[in-house]
């Protein structure tokens, strides 16, 4: 008789970054301005693409594409990334 296995997992749970309160509020903030530089980075790259005609080659096109997929990968995973690190439960659910 083989029995099959029927659990799920619908979270899990995060080690705290760190304890004290100060090193959280740091570790939000660090997360925050490197997602706005990375945001304002790609924006420049898609505009100068976009409104320079000699831009549109090949290469651009591929840089283009690597910008957007930038921006929409950290627009998805950063913001609950920051909302976990300032939250008291430090758990993840899907």
């Known amino acids: ?7 799920s997992i619908t979270g899990f749970l995060l080690l705290a970054f760190a304890d004290s309160w100060e090193l959280q509020l ?25 409104c320079d005609h000699h ?13 957007l997929f930038d921006l929409a990968s950290i627009s998805t995973t950063l913001p609950k990334v920051m909302a976990n690190s300032l939250s008291p ?5 899907s």
């Open 1 to 7: 008789m083989q029995m099959s296995n029927s659990s």
């Open 26 to 50: 740091l570790h939000f903030w660090l997360l925050l301005g490197i997602s706005l530089a990375a945001l304002l980075g790609n924006g420049l790259i898609i505009t100068a693409i976009a």
């Open 55 to 67: 831009l549109h080659t090949p290469m651009y096109f591929f840089l283009l594409n690597l910008s």
């Open 89 to 93: 439960a430090h758990t993840l659910t």
